[in-house]
């Protein structure tokens, strides 16, 4: 169970069951703070929220999750001055943000209140009003050709297309005082000159057309080896499929033999002690490289190579977005009966997305049989290749029920938790970025290897990519969907 139980007993003096929600809070505000790893505190939530200590999320990660954020909040995370012009952003953009999706309106948040009014703020602080200057518009616009990189403090150049879109919004913000002010009386104290000019938002149309084009290119470039990425995401799935294989066929503490390298399969000492809160079901397969004493998760490579299969084979037959994939439930293949033949044939729903539009896709057969093994995989919870004999567990199959929740990035809400088909046992996605669909790492082993191979029949951790985390799943993401719509739009 781990201490924080103790901690909370001890620091509350009360018995478990008077235990609330506010006090595992504070005792995991309390490590943080500290930088101190509390162990136990998503056990103790749980034993919590059996006996009824805690009232809705059956976990902790579900309990710290956070949908969307007051207008409010959103721009005072930008620590700005002036208080008038703080309230008259939070009610422009509480004006704007019922047309906007979530993920549109953070932008729209974060290029007022942060590259705009909070860069002139840091510069210009004796400016109480939007109504700026010459010069200190032109400083701005001068300003806006980089940007701060926080996390290095290293000054970036802007691109042209990036500079233009931060100056539309900025100019239809004032335009928009401007046409509400006649039939709203508050705005008319803010009526005042726009500082961006109309030619210089004027080729936006074309640095779209070049960005589109440009996009158009790198899909016809990197089409041909779509073929080999598909291949490797096949390969590497069977390889991982065998090398479990192998290791659950042999005993805790023997050695074993794949594809002409040696393994120890080990188990690890937090197993040995008693049932464990943290990895209820059974516990992962481990396994050490004799040669290089690596120690591996097989259990984990096996499910990262399924999933990034997965997500590489239903990309690639339907062309649909990363938001639409992470909505398919099991409900959403479904059967049609033709009239006339009384033919049935199967389709796949997508809900309503970024697009504003639902719609129903063919279902090919290749796309149906991996439809089948993804639900078949999510209603096991655990790794095709079977139980495990070679420990005694009478642990149970992890139930649907306790999967993770995937968010929608465009709404910032949470699915529902029950019938999701990309889904992990609890105790494993507990431990993944919220955002992150799983495979979505192997996707980015399967593109970095491609580019440098291994050595065949071994597990590898490959070093992270370089530039922001994920770089290559979200371009095999982008591409795929892309291509599939280009090739649409241009038979």
Same mark, same amino acid.
């Given at each position: ?17 008077? #235990? ?27 034993? &919590? ?46 004006? !704007? ?20 009014? @909070?860069?002139?703020? !840091? ?39 990036? $500079? #233009? ?6 100019? @239809? ?7 509400? &002010? ?79 390298? &040696?393994?120890? !399969?080990? #188990?690890?000492?937090v197993h040995t002690i008693g049932p464990s809160v943290r990895k209820p079901g059974l516990p992962d397969v481990m396994a050490r490289d004799v040669e290089s ?129 990309? $889904? ?32 065949? @029949? ?8 370089? @530039? ?11 591409e795929s969907r892309r291509h599939l719509r280009f090739a649409a739009d241009h038979p």
């Amino acid at each position: 169970m781990g201490e924080a139980p103790t901690k909370l007993l001890l620091h509350t003096g009360t018995c478990i069951d008077a #235990v609330t929600a506010e006090d595992i809070f504070e005792l995991r505000s309390w490590g943080i703070a500290r930088q101190v790893h509390v162990p136990g505190l998503h056990g103790a939530w749980k034993v &919590a929220a059996k006996i009824g200590a805690t009232s809705g999320e059956q976990t902790l990660r579900g309990a710290l999750r956070a949908g969307p954020r007051p207008t409010e909040e959103l721009v005072d995370r930008y620590g700005l001055e002036h208080r008038h012009i703080r309230d008259l952003l939070v009610g422009y953009l509480n004006e !704007r943000r019922p047309a906007l999706d979530y993920s549109s309106f953070l932008t729209l948040v974060g290029v007022l209140a942060g590259a705009f009014w @909070g860069d002139i703020e !840091r510069h210009h602080p004796e400016q109480d009003s939007i109504h700026l200057p010459d010069d200190v518009v032109q400083a701005w616009k001068e300003r806006l050709a980089s940007w701060t990189d926080w996390s290095t403090g290293k000054s970036r150049p802007r691109s042209v297309s990036d $500079q #233009v879109g931060i100056k539309v919004k900025v100019r @239809g913000f004032y335009l928009d005082i401007q046409k509400w &002010a006649p039939e709203d009386p508050r705005w008319v104290a803010w009526v005042v000159p726009c500082p961006i000019r109309k030619s210089e938002v004027a080729g936006l149309a074309k640095l779209k057309r070049a960005s589109s084009a440009q996009m158009h290119q790198r899909i016809r470039d990197r089409l041909p080896r779509l073929g080999e990425l598909v291949d490797a995401a096949e390969s590497a799935r069977a390889e991982q499929q065998r090398l479990l294989a192998a290791a659950l066929a042999a005993s805790a503490g023997a050695c074993f033999e794949h594809d002409g390298r &040696a393994y120890q !399969r080990f #188990v690890p000492e937090v197993h040995t002690i008693g049932p464990s809160v943290r990895k209820p079901g059974l516990p992962d397969v481990m396994a050490r490289d004799v040669e290089s004493g690596e120690r591996l998760n097989l259990s984990v490579s096996e499910e990262n190579a399924f999933w990034a299969w997965a997500i590489i084979e239903i990309l690639r037959h339907t062309g649909i977005r990363l938001e639409e994939l992470l909505e398919l439930t099991h409900l959403a293949l479904v059967s049609y009966q033709l009239t006339g033949t009384d033919e049935v044939v199967p389709l796949l729903q997508i809900v309503l997305s970024k697009t504003g539009a639902e719609r129903l896709l063919l279902v090919p057969p290749e796309l149906a049989s991996v439809l089948a093994q993804v639900i078949t995989k999510a209603q096991s919870g655990q790794s095709q290749a079977g139980s495990d004999p070679g420990l005694s567990s009478g642990a149970s199959p992890v139930s649907q029920s306790s999967s993770v929740r995937w968010s929608c990035g465009s709404k910032r809400r949470w699915a529902d938790k029950r019938g999701g088909l990309h $889904q992990l046992p609890e105790d494993r996605a507990r431990h993944r970025p919220h955002h992150l669909l799983p495979g979505l790492g192997g996707v980015a082993v399967l593109v970095l290897q491609m580019e440098e191979p291994h050595r065949p @029949g071994r597990a590898h951790r490959p070093p992270a990519p370089a @530039g922001r985390p994920g770089c290559a799943d979200h371009l095999l993401v982008r591409e795929s969907r892309r291509h599939l719509r280009f090739a649409a739009d241009h038979p």
